[in-house]
T-cell receptor, first 113, second 115 residues
Framework: SQTIHQWPATLVQPVGSPLSLECTVE??????LYWYRQAAGRGLQLLFY??????ISSEVPQNLSASRPQDRQFILSSKKLLLSDSGFYLC????????????FGQGTRLTVV | DQQVKQNSPSLSVQEGRISILNCDYT??????FLWYKKYPAEGPTFLIS?????DKNEDGRFTVFLNKSAKHLSLHIVPSQPGDSAVYFC??????????????FGKGTKLSVKP
């Protein structure tokens, strides 16, 4: 069966510090991978998606970047965090086929102080 | 511009009664719709989905209805249970232009089921 791991669960970082959140998927090959952010009053906002190694699409301009160094690894990064980067970040995967659901990790609560 | 709208931020229902959560969308290219349930500090979990070729899909206590002409879908939970208390997200996707699988979410509706 497929599983998705996301870490850390919580993170407190000072403004201006770098960020690296990691997500890995097990039990499937060539998944579509996603990073979402849940912010108050805005629901789940798609930040990045990837259909393959090294292929990253950004949905919104922001202070963050994503990378996919391996088939089942998706990393969310920032060189310098802003206060506005605080939020609940969720990694997800799907088969990228028609009419399939996405499966989410447990999320990372990021607080920038 | 929000393509998927959940206009009720919260809903309170008595245990045993029906919960109806509503969702509207603006993009007629959406052809697959999903409902997710989310508890605090956890990732959303998939609940039920419906393809645009159907108008109803049922799974146990959960039924999703789709009205394409009105660009409206709803999730019915019957009977509601206290464990159903969570935030429910409506999501939509379109299988077009390389966007397969990208889900567009609404803002969510917080359901509280009172014993």
């Amino acid at each position: 069966s497929q599983t998705i791991h996301q870490w850390p669960a919580t993170l407190v970082q000072p403004v201006g510090s770098p960020l690296s959140l990691e997500c890995t998927v097990e039990g499937t090959s060539n998944p579509n991978l996603y990073w979402y952010r849940q912010a108050a009053g805005r629901g789940l906002q798609l930040l990045f998606y990837s259909v393959g190694i090294g292929q990253i699409s950004s949905e919104v301009p922001q202070n963050l970047s994503a990378s996919r160094p391996q088939d089942r690894q998706f990393i969310l990064s920032s060189k310098k965090l802003l206060l506005s980067d605080s939020g609940f970040y969720l990694c997800a995967w799907s088969m990228g086929l028609e009419n399939t659901e996405a499966f989410f990790g447990q999320g990372t609560r990021l607080t920038v102080v | 511009d929000q393509q998927v709208k959940q206009n009720s931020p919260s809903l309170s229902v008595q245990e045993g009664r029906i919960s109806i959560l509503n969702c509207d969308y603006t993009n007629s290219m959406f052809d697959y719709f999903l409902w997710y349930k989310k508890y605090p500090a956890e990732g959303p979990t998939f609940l039920i989905s419906i393809s645009s070729i159907k108008d109803k899909n049922e799974d146990g206590r959960f039924t999703v209805f789709l009205n394409k002409s009105a660009k409206h879908l709803s999730l019915h939970i019957v009977p509601s249970q206290p464990g159903d208390s969570a935030v429910y997200f409506c999501a939509a996707s379109m299988n077009y232009g390389g966007s397969q699988g990208n889900l567009i979410f609404g803002k969510g509706t917080k359901l509280s089921v009172k014993p």
